[in-house]
């Protein structure tokens, strides 16, 4: 009880921080003393509807859910892949599907930070029964966003409802995709990375929570390992046992490390018990548990699995309503790979 007292007091502490920061002091506005602002996450999208296909395409999410379900369990790791993608997906130019467009070197799905991106010829199959199913109906954007919920369900993550109505994008570009953080950088940078995109500091430590699943390769760790700052040195806040399972295991630079070590296939909050022992994979995570703006967050989550499931809904939710276009702002892709 008094965790989950603390957290939601470190949830409020930080947001009312992130708010007063972009607070405009020459706002005189003092006929509502009491005004509320509230969340744009919070308000409705116009265009947006849990109910959007109920009449034009009705088995949409169960055809959607049962194909989940099939390939998840052939390979539990897709999991982890459809969750990266779709934040890829997101935080460039919005949840509009534009990481799944298939232009030779000029897309995202071109950039460096997409080269070990999967899930997109599974997205298209999905689009293809879809297609017989309701043709010219179902968005690759809706598909996504569904596709990430069933998919964070069927690992055993929680379960949201998603508003449907987003419209395709039809611009894609790889320049624009390789600002997206890779693991090295500094925890001020990924927070106005996240604020870029209408997330908060919370969101950030929750989202990164995904990590509870899923893989990294050696080759993006081993500058900790083995030329740390100087060649022959390892990174000093890697607890020296995980370093030496490192330095023995990545020699190969082609192999894929689990990024949870301790409970790999199962979503839960051991992520964050393993950064506080100092066993962060990647560096960013490890800079977590340093910065005091983070730190106290990690902590509250460490030891409180069922807050962790119910943020990371709230933030997924969130995340999936970033720059969205309705309407006439995009189309209803016939093929998730190109433009009509």
């Not at 919070?42 to 395409?57: Q, R, S, V």
């Not at 950030?204 to 899923?214: D, E, N, R, S, Y």
């Not at 051991?270 to 990690?298: C, H, W």
């Not at 989550?301 to 499931?309: I, R, T």
């Amino acid at each position: 009880m008094k965790l989950s007292a603390l957290l939601i007091c470190i949830i409020c502490s930080l947001l009312i921080t992130a708010s007063r920061a972009g607070d405009d002091t020459n706002n005189n506005n003092s006929s509502a003393p009491f005004a509320v602002d509230i969340p744009a996450y919070l308000l409705p999208i116009d265009g947006l509807d849990f109910d959007y296909y109920m009449k034009t395409c009705p088995g949409m999410e169960g055809i959607i859910a049962n194909k989940v379900k099939e390939l998840i369990a052939k390979d539990y790791t897709y999991g982890a892949s459809l969750i990266r993608l779709y934040f890829h997906d997101c935080a460039v130019r919005g949840c509009d599907a534009s990481i799944l467009l298939d232009q030779p070197e000029t897309s995202e799905k071109y950039a460096g930070p997409s080269k070990t991106l999967r899930g997109f010829e599974f997205i298209n199959e999905i689009k293809a029964e879809l297609e017989k199913q309701c043709p010219q109906t179902v968005s690759c954007a809706d598909i996504l966003s569904a596709v990430v919920r069933d998919a964070t369900t069927a690992i055993g993550g929680p379960y949201w409802q998603v508003k449907y109505g987003r419209k395709d994008g039809r611009i894609s570009r790889s320049e624009e995709a390789e600002a997206i953080p890779m693991g090295r950088e500094s925890i001020t940078d990924l927070i106005q990375y996240f604020q870029s995109m209408g997330l908060s500091p919370v969101d950030l430590v929750i989202l990164l929570g995904a990590h509870t699943i899923g893989y990294s390769s050696c080759a993006s760790i081993r500058y900790r390992l083995y030329n740390y700052q100087g060649p022959g040195n390892c990174d000093p806040t890697i607890d020296p046992q995980y370093t030496n399972f490192l330095t023995r295991y990545c020699q190969d630079p082609t192999k894929k490390v689990q990024l949870d070590p301790t409970t790999p296939t199962i979503f839960d909050s051991v992520y964050y018990q393993n950064i506080q022992k100092n066993m962060g994979l990647l560096e960013v995570e490890q800079k977590l548990f340093v910065d005091s703006r983070t730190a106290p967050l990690v902590k509250a989550l460490a030891n409180q699995p069922d807050l962790f499931y119910m943020q990371f809904r709230a933030a997924m939710v969130k995340l999936s309503k970033t720059l969205v276009l309705t309407k006439d702002e995009g189309e209803v892709r016939l093929n998730c790979s190109a433009v009509n």
